[in-house]
């Protein structure tokens, strides 16, 4: 009897209590560092331009403008791809995968000794870009329950949100004080951190039993088709572009979209499932991301012309002096995200888009040639700073709030795939307006007519967004 008594006590002892669940938070630094790294680098080089020129004389200006050109073209068109292949073949693994050949792209970058080895490494830098991007992403979304994430996404958004915004400002110092080498050199540690702390800390989202075969028709097809409409776009004012090359590359873009369309409807494991398509939410944050994403650009190159052209602000001074928007971005973004996870995106989105129209309205009406920065400037530039930080980061997160897991990377993608395109538009359409060397005050007024009505566009397509949360059943 003793001995069954204590065989029964044996069994009866309670069990240890469970381990507590990791905290998502490591996970989404790691992810973030790299997001960083991707946005400063896509906007930096604004500041570089000017060194990279002196640096090789003997380039034409046509030649160097692909040292920016080739990096936003080729990024846009592997973004959905990259995003499919992480789906397919595990966030983690591509994700690291992405950062390693980012990084050796960047450093090829700096030791780069002529133009072309340069566009080289660009484009090998934008592959790896594309491919932790919506690797990234799915890695803070898998990472935070349904009710944390839209404080995650907000976030998330904000710091490449606030990388992009910084990076003229801080690759206009970089480059003043130690060579534009090192606007590419200063990736490799942080990027470096990225990838140790990646190693150990992240886990793969994507089981093998889960993995799809990844759609490389749909692959090609795309990436021509977003690559040549991009390339039609950027080189809609190379004066070695003729009209009917230009309308040529153009048409095979639509002519490759429509066959990526029509082998999407058919075969049966497409690389963008046209179905997302079918979420009223998701349709219309993609249309207003391509709106927002085309005004924000312009925004950009507009404050540097303005700055340094009517203004004649030195390029470190004009970076400085856009500083403050910026730095709006990220606590504006994080106010927005925890009050969108109770409240939805919507009021952020319509709210923020009459904020930027406002800021537009205020650059189109205040400033004159009379320098006066605290007085003409500044209000307007803490109107956009808050505007983005309402608008950029929800976009973001609005567009994945509601997607299937197994669509994270893939509908992330698609979303940033067309703000890049966005931004491709917004820089063709700001340099054809005022991208002469004599831009005088009075040309600036279309681009901010153009911000004005793409920023209402923006709130008016956010209208039907709808995030909100369900209230929990009785």
Not at 229 to 235: E, G, K, M, R, T
Not at 321 to 350: Q, W, Y
Request: overall charge positive.
């Amino acid at each position: 009897m003793r001995s069954a008594a204590s065989h029964l006590a044996i069994h009866v002892v309670p069990p240890h209590p469970p381990a507590p669940a990791a905290s998502p938070w490591p996970a989404f630094w790691i992810a973030s560092v790299a997001v960083f790294l991707v946005s400063l680098d896509s906007t930096m080089l604004f500041a570089a331009f000017g060194a990279l020129r002196n640096a090789f004389p003997q380039a034409s200006a046509a030649d160097m403008s692909w040292v920016l050109n080739a990096y936003t073209v080729v990024y846009a068109a592997m973004l959905i791809p990259a995003g499919g292949l992480a789906d397919a073949h595990g966030r983690k693994r591509v994700f690291m995968f992405g950062v390693v050949l980012f990084l050796a792209a960047s450093a090829a970058c700096g030791l780069s000794g002529s133009v072309g080895w340069l566009i080289a490494a660009r484009v090998l830098q934008a592959i790896g870009a594309a491919l932790l991007t919506p690797a990234s992403l799915s890695i803070v979304l898998a990472a935070f329950p349904q009710d944390k994430r839209a404080v995650a996404i907000s976030l998330w958004g904000a710091v490449g949100g606030l990388a992009a915004a910084i990076g003229p400002s801080l690759g206009s110092f970089v480059v003043d004080a130690v060579g534009w080498q090192w606007a590419f050199y200063l990736n490799l540690p942080l990027g470096a951190i990225a990838l140790w702390r990646g190693a150990s800390r992240l886990t793969e989202s994507v089981r093998p039993d889960t993995r799809r075969r990844v759609d490389m028709v749909g692959v090609g097809l795309l990436i021509v088709a977003v690559g040549t409409i991009a390339l039609s776009i950027v080189q809609s004012d190379a004066p070695s572009w003729h009209r009917t090359d230009l309308v040529m590359t153009f048409a095979t873009g639509v002519i490759a979209f429509i066959g990526f369309i029509a082998w999407a409807r058919f075969t049966p494991a497409p690389l963008v499932d046209l179905g997302l398509f079918r979420h009223r939410t998701y349709s219309y944050v993609n249309l207003a991301t391509l709106a927002f994403g085309i005004a924000f650009s312009m925004m950009f190159f507009a404050f540097f012309f303005y700055m340094t052209g009517v203004w004649h602000y030195t390029l470190p001074r004009a970076g400085l002096a856009i500083t403050p928007g910026p730095l709006l971005v990220m606590p504006v973004a994080i106010i927005t995200g925890r009050l969108a996870g109770r409240l939805g995106h919507r009021p952020f989105l319509v709210g923020g888009g009459l904020v930027y129209a406002a800021s537009g309205l205020w650059f189109l009406l205040v400033p004159g040639e009379t320098v006066n920065y605290l007085r003409d400037w500044l209000p307007g530039l803490l109107l956009s700073g808050v505007g983005v930080g309402m608008v950029l980061p929800s976009l973001s997160a609005a567009a994945v709030n509601k997607l299937p897991p197994q669509h994270y990377a893939v509908g992330s993608a698609v979303n940033q795939a067309t703000r890049q395109i966005g931004s491709v538009l917004g820089v063709a359409i700001t340099v054809v307006l005022i991208g002469h060397g004599s831009a005088q005050h009075a040309d600036f007024q279309p681009v901010y007519i153009i911000h004005v009505a793409l920023a209402l566009i923006t709130a008016a397509l956010c209208w039907p967004v709808n995030t909100r949360p369900e209230p929990p059943k009785p």
